[in-house]
């Protein structure tokens, strides 16, 4: 199974982002629930948010809460982040994971799988 994330980039705050992540592998996509990290320099990696397997739902951050929503097709193999009203300290590499369980978890100890990261830098 490989997670292959994109969509980072420069933006400004107060700006938006969305990111997408698409899987590949033989995997049932459906039976992972999935989620997003992210490490900003000097930091640990930090939960962001989480979707189970169906998309029915969802946590969140409290610091991205209301900012960010997390979306999954998995007819397409896919999760995206979309994130609007951005900070700069939002400025981090934004990492996808998945793990094959049948609920949602900030741990990312539960986490199978992980993408490579993508870096988003948010400007003051």
């Known amino acids: 199974v490989q997670l292959q994330a994109s969509g980072g980039g420069l933006v400004q705050a107060g700006g938006s982002l969305r990111l997408s992540c698409a899987a590949s592998g033989r995997l049932s996509f459906s039976s992972y629930a999935l989620g997003w990290f992210r490490q900003a320099p000097g930091k640990e990696r930090e939960f962001v948010a989480a979707i189970s397997r169906s998309g029915s739902t969802t946590v969140y951050a409290d610091s991205v809460k209301g900012r960010v929503t997390i979306s999954r097709d998995n007819a397409k193999n896919t999760v995206a982040l979309q994130m609007n009203s951005l900070k700069a300290e939002d400025t981090a590499v934004y990492f996808c994971?998945?793990?094959?369980?049948?609920?949602?978890?900030?741990?990312?100890?539960?986490?199978?799988?992980w993408g490579q990261g993508t870096l988003v830098t948010v400007s003051s």
């Open positions: 994971a998945g793990g094959y369980m049948g609920f949602i978890t900030r741990s990312e100890y539960e986490y199978d799988y």
